[in-house]
């Protein structure tokens, strides 16, 4: 296990967790909703809207949710 030995490289290591969730919240999302696979200007307007449709989804019927491991 890594452990950071400055400030800087704290810094690194909660940024890159980070990232890696962020990068696994839109795989989820892609597999969910797939027109966000294809184009990346539809990518950069609408990730609040499907993530409020996955909460909403999420809510109401969870067992209509793809996690990670069924994309």
Request: net charge negative; glycine share 4%.
């Given at each position: ?5 400055n ?5 690194n290591l ?7 969730i962020v990068?696994?919240?839109f795989?989820v999302l892609?597999?969910?909703?797939g027109?966000?696979?294809?184009n990346?200007?539809i990518?950069?307007k609408?990730?609040?809207?499907v ?10 019927d969870p067992s ?6 069924d994309?």
């Amino acid at each position: 296990i890594f452990k950071p030995q400055n400030p800087e490289e704290y810094f690194n290591l909660h940024h890159a967790s980070t990232q890696n969730i962020v990068e696994q919240i839109f795989g989820v999302l892609k597999g969910q909703f797939g027109i966000l696979r294809y184009n990346m200007s539809i990518q950069a307007k609408v990730p609040h809207a499907v993530c409020m449709l996955h909460n909403f989804i999420k809510t109401h019927d969870p067992s209509d949710i793809n996690t990670p491991d069924d994309i």
